[in-house]
T-cell receptor
Framework: ETGVTQTPRHLVMGMTNKKSLKCEQH?????MYWYKQSAKKPLELMFV???????ENNSVPSRFSPECPNSSHLFLHLHTLQPEDSALYLC?????????????FGEGSWLTVV | DAKTTQPTSMDCAEGRAANLPCNHS???????VYWYRQIHSQGPQYIIHGLKNNETNEMASLIITEDRKSSTLILPHATLRDTAVYYC??????????????FGTGTRLTIIP
C-alpha cells in the first residue's frame, strides 16, 4: 500500500473508444505524475502537475489528455488510441519537486488497445 | 546515457542478507542515489535513498562509498516476497520529478527457498 491508488488496474479498449484512468493519492502531496512503462523500455515521464498546474508535458500525443482537478486526484483521458499505446501507465506523487522529494508510485493500470 | 551499472541478476537464499551493488562512477555532488524495486505487474516501489551518508530504514540499508562512486543496497533478511527487479538511480535533487526517470535494466533478484 503506497498511498497512491490507481483504477482500473486493467483496461482493454478499442481504438475508437474513450476511456479514463484515475489516480488518487492519500499522502498530502503537491505534485503528481503520469508515467508510461512499455515492455523492455525505460520508464517514460508523460505529465507533471504541481499544485494542480501542469508543469511538464513531454511531447505526449494529444490522444492522451491529463486532468488534475485538485492536488489529490489525477486523470488520464484516453481517446482514439493506437495498439502501440498498450502499456503499463503509472501514476506517482511527491511532496514537492526538488532535493530529496521521493516519488511514490501507484500499482499501475495495464492498458491494452485492440 | 546509463548513469548506473548493476549486475543483471543475483540469487540469495531466504533468510540471508541480500547485497545488491551499484556503480555510479560519474555521479556529481548534488545527485542522490535512489533505489526502487518492481515486482512483476506492479508499480515501482520506493526503498531508500541517500546523498553522502549511509542510510537505514525499515526495508533496507544503503551503504555509499566515501568517494560516492558506488553503493550497496542491503536487505538484511531476504524473504520470498523480496524477489523483484531492483533499480539503482542517480538523480539531481533539483530535477527530481522533472527529469525523465530512467530505471535502466536493474538487477533481477531471486530469493531461493
Amino acid at each position: 500500500e503506497t498511498g497512491v491508488t490507481q483504477t482500473p488496474r486493467h483496461l482493454v479498449m478499442g481504438m475508437t473508444n474513450k476511456k479514463s484512468l484515475k489516480c488518487e493519492q492519500h499522502l498530502g502531496h503537491n505534485a503528481m505524475y503520469w508515467y508510461k512503462q512499455s515492455a523492455k523500455k525505460p520508464l517514460e515521464l508523460m505529465f507533471v502537475y504541481s499544485l494542480e498546474e501542469r508543469v511538464e508535458n513531454n511531447s505526449v500525443p494529444s490522444r492522451f489528455s491529463p486532468e488534475c482537478p485538485n492536488s489529490s486526484h489525477l486523470f488520464l483521458h484516453l481517446h482514439t488510441l493506437q495498439p502501440e499505446d498498450s502499456a503499463l501507465y503509472l501514476c506517482a506523487s511527491s511532496q514537492g519537486q526538488g532535493a530529496g522529494n521521493t516519488i511514490y508510485f501507484g500499482e499501475g493500470s495495464w492498458l491494452t488497445v485492440v | 546515457d546509463a548513469k548506473t551499472t548493476q549486475p543483471t541478476s543475483m540469487d540469495c537464499a531466504e533468510g540471508r542478507a541480500a547485497n545488491l551493488p551499484c556503480n555510479h562512477s560519474t555521479i556529481s555532488g548534488n545527485e542522490y542515489v535512489y533505489w526502487y524495486r518492481q515486482i512483476h505487474s506492479q508499480g515501482p516501489q520506493y526503498i531508500i535513498h541517500g546523498l553522502k551518508n549511509n542510510e537505514t530504514n525499515e526495508m533496507a540499508s544503503l551503504i555509499i562509498t566515501e568517494d560516492r562512486k558506488s553503493s550497496t543496497l542491503i536487505l538484511p533478511h531476504a524473504t520470498l516476497r523480496d524477489t523483484a527487479v531492483y533499480y539503482c538511480i542517480v538523480i539531481e535533487g533539483s530535477n527530481f520529478g522533472n527529469e525523465k526517470l530512467t530505471f535502466g535494466t536493474g538487477t533481477r533478484l531471486t530469493i531461493i527457498p
